[in-house]
């Protein structure tokens, strides 16, 4: 580090160092940033908002850093028992006192103990954030310790990973202050029952839903004004129906985002202008609608066809007042069926093939070649296939990948 760089951060307000170290793991401002100078270690010893992840620190470095670092100033765990020898309880016990402002607890993979555990040691913590993740099959008091977090005041948002039974027997409080929910493998009963508990949900994400029967669920006409966004990623067979119902309960929502992850028999669910009715109806505030269906082009005998599909979605509705984007493309499943995909764009998707190698894009709302059109994507993990793309010259097509976290080439 040159003079001039040491004297410009010298000067650098504390608060705004203390932002700086946001950014660093709690290994690199103790054992780095601490021993440059004077300053910086009363500086470091100054903070007090430390994200501790014991899934990357060492057995070694883990002494050390507790003696440092007073458990006061951590607002952040995240909790794993990756090797045998490594307890819960060992972690812990180099922390001399309880976790008093503990904001932040993520849990992967523990077993009733170590719940049994951390629980006493967080109970009384401000907890505003809790995620756990689970994929143990041996742990069967999981959604009674999740059931206990759910009782803390400043809960604001809830992250959940487990079996479908599990979430079943969660004991939902009759009135939480959730904000933020995102849960997995659970039914319409469980998305009815978080509605009904949480009267400040603002945003429920359902990362594999099973959607059966939504309509019979609902027991009134209570409405969650509160929700304004929400995401399904639904693994049955989806209905046109089911949707109506849930929408009618959120006349608020702002933000839909509808994923099928089997082939859907509905015909409603590809015309345009049954969505059309169905958002100018329920939902007349919607400013971002995102989706993604499949179907099978071949059980439709030519009655509809992948033309009139996409004209189902280039009224001025659409286009203009909306500005939504949908795409369709199409190809074999296998020798005796053809799948379609139909699409809002940008596309998201957790595992992205480009270009894929099964469905070709035929037909967008832009009247534009699609051949020429950009892509844009969502996407966790990216994978692409050079000796395709060099083919057909798409490199060039590819536009911005968004949230990227891997990438993957194939030959």
């Excluded at 907890?127 to 041996?138: A, M, V, Y």
């Excluded at 309960?249 to 992850?261: E, F, G, T, V």
């Excluded at 009224?315 to 007042?321: D, K, M, R, S, V």
């Amino acid at each position: 580090m040159s003079t001039k760089a040491q004297v410009h951060f010298q000067l650098l307000p504390v608060e705004l160092v203390h932002k700086i170290f946001d950014y660093l793991n709690a290994e690199a401002i103790v054992f780095s940033m601490r021993l440059v100078c004077k300053q910086l270690y009363s500086i470091v010893n100054a903070y007090n908002r430390y994200e501790l992840d014991f899934r990357y620190i060492s057995k070694s470095d883990l002494p050390l850093l507790a003696r440092i670092i007073d458990p006061d100033a951590i607002i952040s765990l995240k909790l794993s028992k990756t090797e045998k020898e490594r307890s819960i309880r060992s972690l812990l016990k180099h922390f001399r006192t309880d976790f008093t402002r503990l904001q932040s607890l993520a849990l992967f993979n523990l077993y009733d103990r170590d719940l049994k555990i951390i629980q006493n040691r967080i109970m009384k913590c401000p907890l505003k954030t809790f995620s756990i993740f689970n994929e143990l099959w041996n742990v069967r008091k999981t959604e009674a310790y999740i059931s206990n977090i759910l009782l803390h005041k400043d809960l604001s948002k809830i992250e959940v990973k487990l079996d479908y039974d599990s979430i079943t027997l969660i004991d939902w409080p009759m009135s939480c202050g959730l904000k933020h929910v995102i849960i997995n493998n659970c039914s319409s009963a469980t998305i009815y029952t978080i509605l009904n508990h949480s009267p400040n949900l603002g945003t429920l994400v359902i990362t594999d839903n099973y959607f059966e029967n939504f309509e019979e669920t609902i027991t009134n006409d209570k409405q969650f004004n509160s929700v304004i966004s929400l995401s399904l990623a639904i693994s049955a067979n989806i209905a046109m129906e089911n949707i109506r119902s849930l929408l009618s309960c959120l006349p608020c929502l702002a933000h839909l985002r509808l994923i099928s992850k089997t082939l859907s028999s509905d015909d409603s669910l590809f015309d345009g202008s049954e969505w059309e009715d169905l958002i100018t109806a329920k939902v007349t505030l919607l400013k971002k609608f995102e989706f993604s269906f499949f179907g099978d082009l071949s059980a439709y005998n030519g009655s509809v066809t992948p033309k009139s599909m996409i004209n189902s979605f280039q009224t001025l509705f659409w286009l203009q007042t909306k500005q939504w984007i949908v795409k369709y493309e199409d190809g074999p499943d296998n020798l005796q069926s053809w799948t379609f995909h139909i699409y809002s764009i940008p596309i998201f998707i957790d595992e992205f093939h480009y270009p894929s190698p099964v469905f070709r894009v035929v037909h967008s709302t832009l009247n534009t070649d699609v051949r020429c059109e950009k892509v844009t994507v969502d996407t966790n993990r990216l994978i692409l296939y050079l000796t395709k793309m060099m083919s057909e010259s798409t490199l060039e097509l590819v536009s911005t990948i968004v949230r990227v976290q891997y990438c993957d080439s194939e030959s």
